[in-house]
C-alpha cells in the first residue's frame, strides 16, 4: 500500500533556487516553473541586466523573483553571488546549471573535417558547458548545500548529443558527455563519501528550436531546412522542443515528488532517443 501523500509532493514553497545562465530563454521557462511551483528563484547570469529584466517579469506576476550578476568561470563571483542570494532568502536547496552554449568553430561545418577544428575552439566549448556550465556552480552552491545539510537538488543540462553522436557538433557533444559522466559521478559523491543528501540529476533535451540553432532548423520563410526535416522524421512526436516542455522535469527532480531519482540522466526529446529509424 502506498503510504505516502501526495498532495504536495511538487511543492515547492520554502525553497530557494539560483538557475544559472538565468538570462537565457530556457532559464526562464524553468524559472518559471519552479516558481509557479512555489520556490524563490535568482536568476544569475553574467549578464546582470538581462537577468533582472527576466526576474521583473517573474515578480509582476506575482512571483519571487531577483536576478543576480555573476561570471561561471569565476569561483570568487559565484561566492559573491551566492552571499547575495542567501542574504536575501536564506538556504539554496535547488541549483538548476543552465549556463552552457555552443561554439561556430567548434563544429565540423559541411566540406570540413575533424582536422579543420581549432583546438581553441574545444576548449572553449568544454569550458562553457562543463567548467562554468556545471562543475564550478556545483562546487561553490554544493559546498553551500553541504554545510546546511538540508535534502537538496542539483540539476544539470545535458543534450540529445552527449549519448547519440550527431554530426557536426563534435565539440559541443563532448562536452555534455562530460557534463553526464559528472552528473552519475557527482551524485555518488555526495551520498557515498560525503553522506550528504544532495540528489544531482540533468535534463537531456532533444531538438529545441531556439534563436541559437533556428537557422539550422528552420528556413527563413518558416519551412524546414533539411536537416530539421531529418530531425522531425526521427521524433515520434513529430515537432521540435519549446522552453515550456522542461518545466515539468525541472519541478519533478526539484521536489520530493523525485526523492528517489539521482544520477539520473532524463530524456526530453519527444521520443527521439527512443527511434532507431526503422
Known amino acids: 500500500m502506498f503510504a505516502m501523500s501526495t498532495d504536495n509532493l511538487f511543492n515547492l514553497e520554502g525553497k530557494t533556487a539560483v538557475i544559472t545562465g538565468g538570462g537565457g530563454v530556457l532559464a526562464g521557462a524553468i524559472g518559471r516553473g519552479l516558481a509557479r511551483a512555489g520556490a524563490k528563484v535568482a536568476l544569475l547570469d553574467l549578464r546582470e541586466e538581462a ?21 561561471c568561470l569565476s569561483s570568487e ?15 539554496i536547496q535547488i541549483l538548476v546549471n543552465t549556463a552552457g ?76 558527455a562530460a557534463v553526464d559522466n559528472f552528473t552519475k559521478w557527482l551524485s555518488v559523491h555526495f551520498l557515498m563519501d560525503l553522506k550528504i543528501p544532495v540528489r544531482v540529476n540533468a535534463m537531456a533535451p532533444g531538438f529545441f528550436c531556439t534563436e541559437q540553432n533556428r537557422f539550422l532548423l528552420n ?11 531529418t530531425v522531425i522524421a526521427h521524433t515520434p512526436m513529430g515537432r521540435f522542443g519549446v522552453p515550456e516542455d522542461l518545466a515539468g522535469t525541472a519541478v519533478w527532480l526539484a521536489s520530493d515528488a523525485s526523492a528517489f531519482v539521482t544520477g539520473a540522466i532524463i530524456p526530453i526529446d519527444g521520443g527521439f532517443s527512443a527511434y532507431s529509424g526503422v
Request: proline fraction near 5%; glycine fraction near 12%.
Open 51 to 71: 537577468a533582472c529584466e527576466r526576474a521583473k517579469e517573474f515578480v509582476d506576476e506575482k512571483l519571487q523573483c531577483m536576478g543576480v550578476g555573476g561570471d
Open 219 to 229: 528556413t527563413e520563410d518558416g519551412g524546414l531546412t533539411p536537416r530539421g526535416e
Open 77 to 91: 563571483a559565484l561566492a559573491v553571488a551566492l552571499d547575495r542570494v542567501t542574504a536575501e532568502w536564506g538556504d
Open 101 to 176: 552554449g555552443n561554439v561556430k568553430q567548434a563544429t565540423v561545418a559541411p566540406g570540413e573535417t575533424i582536422f579543420d577544428m581549432p583546438m581553441d575552439a574545444l576548449k572553449r566549448v568544454v569550458e562553457l558547458n562543463l567548467i562554468a556550465g556545471t562543475v564550478l556552480p556545483s562546487q561553490v552552491f554544493g559546498k553551500h548545500m553541504a554545510a546546511h545539510g538540508k535534502p537538496s537538488s542539483i540539476i544539470n543540462i545535458s543534450s540529445m548529443s552527449s549519448t547519440r553522436p550527431l554530426s557536426r557538433v563534435a565539440g559541443y557533444g563532448t562536452a555534455k
